[in-house]
C-alpha cells in the first residue's frame, strides 16, 4: 500500500507543479468562481459546453497543492463528458471523499481521481480537494441558466 501512496503523492505534486489546463478559456460558455476560506484557495472553473457535452474545460486561481492538482485532474477528466456524465463524476468523488468505510463501491471507474482517496484521513483537506468540482457543479447550473434563456 505504500507503495501506491508515494505513486498518489507523486501525481498529486505533478499536477500541483505543472498543472493541466491552467488558462482561462476564451469561448467559455459558462464560469464560476469558488473559494475554500479554510485554507485560502481560490480557482474560477470554466467550461465550454456545446449540445450538452463538455468540449473544453479550464481553470485559473491558486491554492495549496491538493486544490490545485485536484482542479487540474478535475479538468482533464471532463472533456467529452456529457453533463450528466459529469454529474455522476461529481457525487461519485464527493463520496469517495467523505464516506466513512473503506469500500471502493463505485470507485473503479474513478480512474485517476482516485489518488484523492487518501484525502478522506485529513478532514481539512477534503474542502481543498473538493473545491474545484463544487465550483464546477456551480459553473455547470450558472450554464444551465444561460441555455435555458438562449
Ligand atoms: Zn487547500
Redesign the pocket.
Known sequence: MSDLRDLYQEMILDHCKRPRNFHKLEEASTCAEGH?PL???RFTVYLNIKDGVVEDASFQGG??A??TASASMMTESLKGKTITEVQDLFQKFHKLLTSESDSQEGAPDLGKLLVFSGVREFPV?V??AT?AWHTLRAALEEGLKTVTTE
Open positions: 475554500n485554507c485560502g484557495d491554492g495549496c491538493i486544490s483537506r474542502k481543498c473545491l
